[in-house]
């Protein structure tokens, strides 16, 4: 089972380029299907509040398809950085 925090601390990494699990992955390409899929009992209940952090704290350029998530993960920071200016 896993908190909110652990959650958070995940997308965390993933702002700085770590690959996040599977349920994480799903939502921040907001796959409902896929997150729900891949999460466990607790991690469903906080779906919600997930795709909240992901949506309030995350910029856009971060999060909303597996194109977008990819791109950001296969980035260096170099290219990231430069993401973030455009």
Do not use: F
């Not at 652990?6 to 690959?19: A, K, M, P, S, V």
């Not at 796959?31 to 997930?50: E, K």
């Amino acid at each position: 089972m896993s908190s909110l925090k652990d959650h958070i601390e995940t997308i965390e990494l993933y702002r700085r380029g770590c690959q996040p699990g599977s349920c994480t992955r799903a939502c921040l390409a907001m796959d409902l299907h896929g997150a729900v899929a891949n999460a466990d009992p607790t991690t469903q209940y906080l779906l919600a509040d997930i795709t909240r952090y992901i949506v309030n704290h995350l910029p856009s350029y971060m999060w909303g398809s597996y194109k977008v998530v990819d791109t950001w993960l296969k980035a260096t920071p170099e290219q990231r950085e430069a993401i973030a200016r455009e």
